[in-house]
């Protein structure tokens, strides 16, 4: 291999994307755009103050109508509107239908039976049901409302006593940010850097250059270790500039008169920016030569976008970036397994929520999945730059 | 110039500068190349004639060792092709502008040499200015007008001084007065040993050629110089002469 040439090639991209003032915004600053809004979304919203009503349809049982009252109670305590909708599961329904209410506490008929007997049937707890994460937030208002509000026997418990925050192994207060980030930092590692080699490989396939460059003595691997060298440049940047954004901040000092202002986001991270780093760069090289790759079955630049359902969403639905692989149905989650963002949303979760270092076992894999995907996208782009020389 | 690699020495004497045997090239059912032989002596302008789809384009690339001959064989500079060594001393002009629009027209000259192995700026503000584009060196090949990006192309195929240059339709888009000048230079390369093979289905060009090869369907019509084709065929001008020679013998 010639390092000159590969070298010249590298030199070559970083020119074309220094003259290409927009794909030097998307791959920098869209990134830190998007986390900013993240962020300030998931930390800054307001917490929900659900209209709730509370309907015993135990109406016989005098322990029932103990507990509705001291439900009713603690919804007063917390300053949530208590609205009162009838006293029957229709006119509940109805009710809620009507967004005259957005959660009904239902007392089952037998709960006052069962209460005795210690034994009762769950409440039953009823959103509108139309925005799901929405529905999901009143709900846990309630729920953290009535935690602890009643000495309810241990079949109510459970529904009761659930946690909402808090990754134990960050010191400091909880930070919805925290199990988030590492997900979306591999996300962005990956979802940017794959487009534009794509695009990047496509136009050398289709615009006439790389049939003048393969008239030349560069060899298919200097071609590879070139646009990996030149991509992996910005990746790079990219990165940093990601982690350094998302782990540290700074803001306008407690009793500034001026207007707030905060710059990163802060992120408690408990390991390795470093390895962080690592997870993320190894899994961006395996995206660029995955662009390289799949540009052979592009013959326009639509057409790479068309990979973005094919490609990428699965991942960021499988990848375990919203949802656990154990979580998946039993069928998709071999497929889960074959994916790299599955294994460096996981790398960077272990590193940067339980501070794994490099002794993780789990991490281990996440690295050597993600050194392996990277070397063979990198024999799989090599392939597919055809020349019928040696 | 220097160069990181050996280069196999140039041919001398009579080897010639391009050989082909019994060559065919298929795409499946198609017979892009269909049975070319053809030997070619060092220092003169070959000019390839013929219509679109004639099969210029497939035997550059075979020529070239872009693509590999389904029979047959091809030499360059005695080498059999495809060799990866050799592409060192083949300059190459492509159909397409084959430039990098976001790039200066300096440094889509810069990249070509350096994967050449030519660092030096001399040849490549020679070819510059032999394309008449010193002064838009710094111009991106995107805000060049389309003839300006062919003169770029030529200029990409000539940096690193090769000694078989292959251009496919190098005239294309460039005024009449620079054309001359393009073919001036291609005559003092020729004078200086180099060997040009041009594809075109300009037939007015033809006689700036030193020998012409008529191809049509994939095989050699006929082989000369314009006046002895026009002479064979019986015809005054070669458009003639190609429509002449590619009828069936009674």
């Known amino acids: 291999m010639n390092p000159w040439r590969v070298v010249a090639l590298a030199r070559r991209i970083v020119d074309q994307f220094l003259r290409d003032h927009r794909s030097l915004g998307l791959i920098f600053v869209a990134p830190l755009v998007i986390m900013a809004l993240l962020g300030w979304v998931l930390r800054d919203s307001s917490a929900p103050s659900p209209r709730v009503a509370i309907v015993n349809l ?15 109670e603690a919804i007063r305590q917390a300053a949530l509107p208590l609205v009162e909708v009838g006293a029957d599961e229709p006119a509940a329904d109805a009710a809620l239908r009507a967004s005259a209410v957005d959660v009904v506490i239902l007392l089952p008929v037998g709960f006052g039976a069962g209460l005795a007997d210690g034994d009762p049937p769950p409440l039953v707890i009823v959103t509108q049901g139309v925005r799901g994460t929405d529905d999901n937030a009143q709900v846990e208002v309630v729920l953290r409302q009535l935690a602890g509000a009643l000495p309810l026997p241990p079949g109510t418990a459970s529904i009761l006593r659930r946690s909402v925050f ?7 207060p909880p930070d919805a940010l925290a199990s988030f980030a590492p997900a979306l930092i591999g996300y962005f590692g990956f979802f940017f850097v794959f487009i534009l080699t794509a695009i990047s490989f496509l136009r050398e396939r289709v615009g006439g250059t790389l049939e003048r460059l393969l008239a030349t003595p560069i060899r298919r691997a200097e071609i590879v270790a ?36 905060a710059i990163g986001l802060g992120i408690p991270s408990a390991g390795s920016p470093l390895l962080a780093f690592l997870v993320v760069l190894l899994f961006a090289l395996g995206s660029v030569n995955l662009g390289i790759f799949l540009s052979t079955f592009a013959r326009t630049e639509l057409q790479i976008l068309q990979f973005i359902p094919l490609v990428i969403v699965p991942q960021g639905l499988l990848g375990g970036v919203f949802w656990s692989i154990e979580s998946l149905p039993a069928a998709l989650q071999p497929v889960a397994r074959v994916m790299p963002l599955t294994y460096a949303v996981e790398g960077l979760r272990e ?33 597919t730059i055809r020349r019928e020389v040696v | 110039m220097s160069r990181g690699f050996a280069i196999p020495e140039p041919a001398t004497g009579t080897t010639p500068a391009m050989e082909a045997v019994g060559l065919v090239k298929r795409f499946g059912a198609i017979h892009a190349v269909d049975g070319i032989d053809l030997s070619l002596a060092p220092g003169r302008i070959y000019g390839v004639l013929g219509p679109n789809g004639s099969g210029k384009t497939t035997l550059i690339r ?18 059999p092709m495809p060799s990866r060594t050799l592409l060192a001393r083949i300059g190459y002009m492509t159909q397409g502008d084959g430039t990098y629009a976001e790039l200066s027209a300096w440094e889509n000259l810069r990249f070509l040499a350096a994967l050449y192995g030519v660092r030096d700026a001399a040849p490549l503000q020679r070819v510059l200015e032999l394309v008449e584009l010193a002064d838009r060196r710094g111009t991106p090949a995107l805000e060049l007008s389309g003839g300006m990006r062919r003169r770029l192309s030529l200029a990409c195929a000539l940096v690193h001084d090769p000694a078989v240059i292959f251009l496919d339709e190098p005239t294309v888009g460039v005024d009449p007065a620079l054309r001359v000048q393009f073919w001036a230079h291609f005559r003092r390369l020729a004078d200086a040993g180099r060997t040009l093979i041009v594809s075109s289905h300009v037939m007015d060009e033809a006689d700036r050629c030193d020998e012409l090869v008529l191809l049509r369907a994939g095989r050699v019509l006929g082989r000369g110089t314009a006046a002895e084709l026009r002479d064979r065929a019986g015809t ?15």
């Open chain 1, 58 to 72: 135990d109406v016989a049982s005098a322990p029932s109508e103990r507990v509705r009252g001291a439900l009713t």
């Open chain 1, 166 to 172: 808090g990754p134990p192994f960050i010191a400091g």
């Open chain 1, 226 to 261: 070139g646009y990996s060298l030149g991509f992996a440049i910005f990746t790079t940047i990219q990165v940093v500039l990601i982690l350094a954004f998302s782990l540290s901040g700074w803001s306008t000092p407690d009793g500034w008169d001026g207007p707030r202002v």
């Open chain 1, 351 to 383: 590193v940067m929520v339980r501070g794994a270092d490099l002794a993780s076992r789990t991490l281990q894999l996440d690295l050597a999945f993600l050194a392996g995907t990277a070397v063979l996208f990198v024999v799989l782009a090599g392939a």
């Open chain 2, 62 to 79: 075979l020529m070239t060792g872009l693509a590999r001959a389904t029979e047959g064989s091809v030499r360059v500079l005695g080498v």
């Open chain 2, 236 to 250: 005054p001008d070669l458009e003639g002469a190609f429509l002449r020679l590619g009828e069936p013998v009674p």
